[in-house]
Every structure is written in C-alpha cells, then in structure tokens.
C-alpha cells in the first residue's frame, strides 16, 4: 500500500488553518493529497499539540472523516490510518547552515555535529540536502543536492569552514524553498515506493543575522505565506555574542507552520534538538478512504477531524479536496486497485 501514489500527481490541499495548537489544544495540517488511485484517496497530515509535538499513536477511532458532507464510519472499515514511520514514502530536507565568521568556533562545531545527527537519524529512503551560507555570488554554496547516502552527506559537510564575511540569510532560504519546490517531481533514482516523495522541509541552524540578502524578511514570509504545499521551516537559532536577530528566526519559522528552537549558548542541546524535528517529520499520519463520488473529472471537497483522545467528543478539523480522475489503465495500477477493493 505504500505504492498508492507513485504513479499519480498530487491534488493541492485546500488548508483550513488550523496547523497551530491553541493553548491547552491540538491542531490538524492538511499537507498533501493523492488520488492517482481513485476511487481510493490519500491524505497525508500533520497533527501538532499545545507544544508543536506530534499526537502519538492515532488509530481510525481517532479519525473523523466526511466527503461533501457524508460521514464516514470506522466500524466498518470504510478507512485506516498509517503512521508514515509504517511507510516507505520519502521525505525530503534542505538543511541551511550559517558558515559565517561570527559562527566559527564551538558554535559552528556543535551546528556541524547536529547536521550529522540529524542525517544519522533520518530513514535510509530520506533525502537530504546542504546548503552552505558563504560569500558566494548567489550567498551560498550548494555542499550537496540531495542525498540519501548519509557517508557521502557527511563527506561533504566535512570541508565546510566557517569564513564567510557576510550573511545573506533570507536569499539562502529562499534558495532551499525553490530546492523543496521541485520535491514534486520526486526522485532520479529507479522508480519505487520509496522513491516517491511526499514532503520537504528547511532546518536553518543560524544567529539569525542577515546581511546583504536581496530579499527581506518580508518579501520571505510572503513567498511563504503564497505556497500551496507547506514547507516548514525548523529553525535552530545559536549564538555565543548576540542574540538580537533571534527574532528573525522565529517570525519564519511560525510562519511557515515550522518551529523555532533558541538555543542561545546551550550548544549541545543542538543535536537533541534536530534530533525532535526527526521525529516530527516520521510523525506525520496517511489516511487511506474510498470515495463514492462518480467519476467526472472535478474536484470534491472532504474534512479530516482529530479526536484526541478517543472517546473526548473533541475534534479539529481541516479541509481538503481530491480529484475524481479514472486512473491510468496500467497494471501495477490495477494490481493496488485490486488489492483494496472488497
């Protein structure tokens, strides 16, 4: 089952703005759906509670599903639930590391120690890729596109140095979003489940300081505040002089539907912290449903409700849409159709 969608194109979430837990809550994020399979769909979520961590252990009797108003029931099988750490999807990261001066030292070696704990803790299918922000033309050098061979990532990290005279913050995470952007067209590699990407990320470990860049935060935010597909920003804000531009940090990072970690001089909680947004990111749920809407090439609008926990009467919601689309007439196709009709 964790082939569904390898075949198909991802129909954009229509998000209802609920990714961010109100105090003492929990909250929902609609980030991806798939209906390569239809009638069968795939919706792919993120869940936050009160402290941006993702809700464990969700089953269908947490679930609460509806299509243009029709309830789905539970009881009778009618969907099920997959944690995507039982999956063998991929996801992708872009991690941006600030190799300026200001950073050299303790600092940037313990941001160097938490990149490789972070490709240390990823799955063998996810990818990573390193982004350097050095006095460059473009603000950064591109260490690795990505990578799924956690040896070579780490190779690479090695001759990084912490030299550069200016910052160019913004531009670099602009960068690393056009580099998420093109996740859609998933991987180069022989075509598999575990080829098929269905996410990316930005972890930024920086002071926050931009120098230079040729875009604002402002004009940042706004490129991120346009997408369609999230990408959040994790950002690991570190500084052993100032602590001024922390700030900067934060403001993409809540923006993006991402966190913002600051972390100060406590430089070794950098790899228990990348070790967190790990988590979050095998955290995110897949729930698979057959649709009853005819095919007719339009789109039908659904919701996904969280009851957390079971039983509470208490459910956030978010909104979604699928395309009703007569899959391609291949065989693999036919095989996975097969495989889940009754």
């Known amino acids: ?54 809700l464990v252990n969700l089953n269908e009797m947490n679930i609460g599903l509806m299509v243009k108003g029709r309830s789905y029931d539970p009881m009778k099988r009618q969907y099920f639930v997959r944690s995507l750490q039982q999956r063998l999807e991929a996801t992708r990261t872009v991690v941006v590391l600030d190799a300026s001066k200001s950073m050299a030292g303790q600092p940037f070696e313990s941001a160097l120690r938490a990149v490789v704990r972070y490709i240390d803790s990823k799955r063998p299918q996810d990818e990573v890729a390193i982004l350097a922000i050095r006095d460059t033309k473009e603000g950064y050098d591109l260490v690795s596109s990505f990578e799924r061979d956690a040896g070579a990532l780490g190779r690479r990290l090695a001759d990084v140095q912490a030299d550069g005279r200016k910052t160019r913050l913004y531009d670099t995470i602009g960068a690393a979003m056009q580099m998420c952007g093109m996740t859609a067209q998933g991987s180069s590699a022989a075509p598999s489940a575990s080829n098929y990407v269905v996410s990316c990320s930005i972890v930024v470990l920086s002071d926050g300081q931009d120098d230079g860049s040729a875009l604002s935060r402002e004009e940042l935010n706004g490129r991120i505040t346009s997408l369609k597909i999230p990408i959040p920003v994790y950002s690991v804000a570190y500084s052993r002089i100032n602590t001024a531009h922390f700030k900067n940090l934060e403001a993409v990072s809540k923006n993006s539907f991402g966190k913002y970690y600051p972390v100060g001089e406590a430089f070794d909680r950098m790899q228990r912290v990348v070790e967190e947004v790990q988590n979050i990111l095998q955290s995110d749920y897949v729930v698979t449903f057959r649709s009853y809407q005819p095919v007719d090439g339009e789109q039908h609008s659904f919701k996904l409700g969280i009851e957390y926990p079971a039983g509470s009467g208490k459910y956030t919601y978010d909104d979604g849409r699928f395309e009703a689309l007569e899959p391609p007439p291949l065989a693999e196709i036919r095989e996975q159709l097969d495989r889940l009709s009754p």
Request: aromatic share 16%.
């Open 1 to 54: 089952l964790a082939a569904l969608a390898l075949f198909g194109t991802a129909a954009t979430a229509q998000v209802g703005g609920s990714g961010f837990a109100a105090p003492g809550g929990y909250g929902v994020k609609i980030y991806r759906v798939e209906s390569a399979l239809y009638p069968f769909v795939q919706v792919y979520f993120r869940t936050f509670d009160q402290n941006q961590q993702p």
